[in-house]
């Protein structure tokens, strides 16, 4: 895997959808991090509403792991809020 372009995205905010794994139809580049994907060889696609289309850009396993790292990080920031809602 290549060095990743900016700050890791979430899902919460990247994506308008789950990730769905991808088998590769012919090499692609991660959208994140370049790294070519050979045909044959596992991705993920990660749905994007973008310009009123949904886009499915590709993304490496690496990169996917990331991004899933962060979004659970965020989902974690929301969570913690409810308690001292609840509190109350
Ligand atoms: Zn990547």
Avoid: W, Y
Wanted: net charge positive; glycine share 6%; hydrophobic share 30%.
């Amino acid at each position: 895997m290549a060095k990743p372009k900016g700050k890791t995205p979430s899902l919460l905010s990247k994506s308008t959808g789950t990730p769905t794994l991808h088998v590769c139809g012919k090499a692609t580049a991660c959208k994140r991090c370049n790294t070519k994907i050979k045909t044959g060889e596992q991705c993920f696609r990660i749905p994007k509403q973008q310009n009123g289309f949904a886009a499915k850009p590709t993304f490496c396993i690496s990169c996917t792991r990331l991004i899933v790292e962060k979004t659970k990080s965020d989902i974690l920031a929301v969570e913690q809020l409810f308690p001292a809602i609840e509190a109350r």
